[in-house]
């Protein structure tokens, strides 16, 4: 068999095992005994794994605003709050509550969301990404009261809302951000410079978390195939779990809105609450971006 032949059957094959890997990984990825195997797959490793020094922990479904909101996050803070973040899998999530460590989970619109995911990966299937997108978010429903729930849209638009419900819900004291076009700018531009340095064979345009007219047509078909009527069952279990989430954070933002009075909590979510963070070292912090 020649070079050519030799390389396309491995081609194929790597195609054809592909979703098999996917799948084993989200399976794994609901147990947070397997978590340290997983983050040592990932080429960051383990500079993703939460620490006794983690301060923070930022979490959700792959594209889905979490980028943003930890640069956003080191924005605000000056650099100087550890963060654990971009494991994308719920066992993470899980750790973290089992360990006290303040969690906020990043919700996105499924549609939306999805249409991101192919278009950045470009080798999955829409029925195959709308049952992770369900996984994902199901494992984490008997945890939702134990973390902060916020909304892509809120992330992108108001921020200093999000950081004031962060800071009220877990005793934390994070400066508001900056939410002025310069400043978001700012913000996008180190985005895009930490994926360069990561992702240096990939084209920015298809890779950083920002809105780009390049990648815009490649998105709208796979909008298009997420919105397939022979996909109404997935779409419409996928929706089902973004809005009980959604309905979480809209819960979470009446109760821990920094206006008024502190309301009465119940007693469950009074023994949820943990400590206040202790501070970081000057000029350090724990993001895996």
């Not at 054809?16 to 080429?43: A, V």
């Not at 960051?44 to 020094?53: F, P």
């Not at 309905?247 to 979510?269: H, I, M, N, Y």
Request: some cysteine; overall charge positive.
């Amino acid at each position: 068999m020649g070079g050519r032949e030799q390389s396309n059957t491995w081609l194929h094959a790597r195609y054809g095992i592909r979703p098999i890997l996917r799948r084993c990984k989200y399976l794994l990825g609901n147990d947070p005994l397997w978590l340290p195997i997983l983050l040592r797959l990932t080429p960051l490793g383990i500079s993703r794994q939460i620490t006794d020094h983690t301060q923070l922990v930022v979490e959700g479904f792959p594209r889905g605003g979490n980028t943003f909101t930890v640069f956003a996050l080191q924005n605000a803070a000056h650099n100087q709050l550890r963060i654990s973040s971009h494991v994308h899998h719920p066992s993470q999530v899980k750790l973290a509550v089992e360990r006290g460590v303040p969690t906020v989970l990043v919700v996105r619109e499924p549609i939306a969301v999805l249409s991101s995911y192919l278009t950045y990966g470009q080798h999955g299937r829409a029925s195959a990404v709308f049952k992770e997108y369900s996984s994902y978010h199901r494992e984490l429903i008997p945890y939702v009261d134990q973390i902060l729930v916020c909304e892509f849209e809120e992330i992108v638009s108001d921020m200093t809302s999000v950081i004031a419900r962060i800071n009220r819900r877990f005793a934390m004291e994070i400066p508001p951000f900056d939410q002025s076009p310069t400043n978001v700018d700012a913000v996008f531009t180190e985005v895009a410079r930490q994926h360069g340095l990561l992702h240096p064979n990939l084209d920015p345009d298809q890779v950083v978390p920002r809105p780009s007219v390049a990648r815009r047509e490649i998105s709208e078909r796979y909008r298009l195939e997420l919105l397939d009527p022979r996909r109404n069952t997935l779409r419409n279990d996928a929706l089902n779990l973004f809005n009980y989430f959604s309905g979480k954070a809209a819960e979470q933002r009446a109760l821990f809105a920094d206006v008024g009075p502190k309301r009465e909590l119940s007693s469950s979510t009074r023994k949820s609450l943990p400590l206040k963070a202790a501070p970081a070292d000057e000029g350090q912090l724990r993001s895996s971006g």
